[in-house]
């Protein structure tokens, strides 16, 4: 099992900056992806940055140029820098962690913090 802990959401007025963690513990040595997605009122869950053991990230288009996700493997943590904040950003934001096989992948997922962008 996984066990993800976020932390540093919060309240932003539109243009500033949050920093997002998530610490993973138990059964993390064969992790391969850790990362963000988030999801608004009414709305489905959304990839918005992952990043592999190795350190290559992917992002949605829509936070290209403003977010950055790192991780820090010898602490078992990921970051999601997020500036320029919009108020469409304002979502939950769940950490994610995927143990992937050729043939299988399983995502463990922690509590979510609540981002909120005003205008």
């Known amino acids: 099992q996984v066990h993800l802990v976020e932390s540093g959401g919060g309240l932003v007025q539109a243009g500033g900056s949050l920093r997002l963690s998530c610490v993973a513990s138990?059964?993390?040595?064969?992790?391969?992806?850790m990362g963000w997605y988030r999801q608004a009122p009414g709305k489905q869950r959304d990839m918005v940055a992952l990043?592999?053991?190795?350190?290559?990230?992917n992002y949605a288009d829509s936070v290209k140029g403003r977010f950055t996700i790192s991780r820090d493997n010898a602490k078992n943590t990921v970051y999601l820098q997020m500036n320029s904040l919009k108020p469409e950003d304002t979502a939950v934001y769940y950490c994610?962690?995927?143990?992937?096989?050729?043939?299988?992948?399983?995502?463990?997922w922690g509590q979510g913090t609540q981002v909120t962008v005003s205008s």
């Open positions: 990043i592999t053991k190795g350190g290559t990230a």
């Open positions: 994610n962690a995927q143990r992937q096989t050729i043939l299988t992948r399983q995502d463990y």
């Open positions: 138990g059964s993390i040595s064969s992790i391969n992806v």
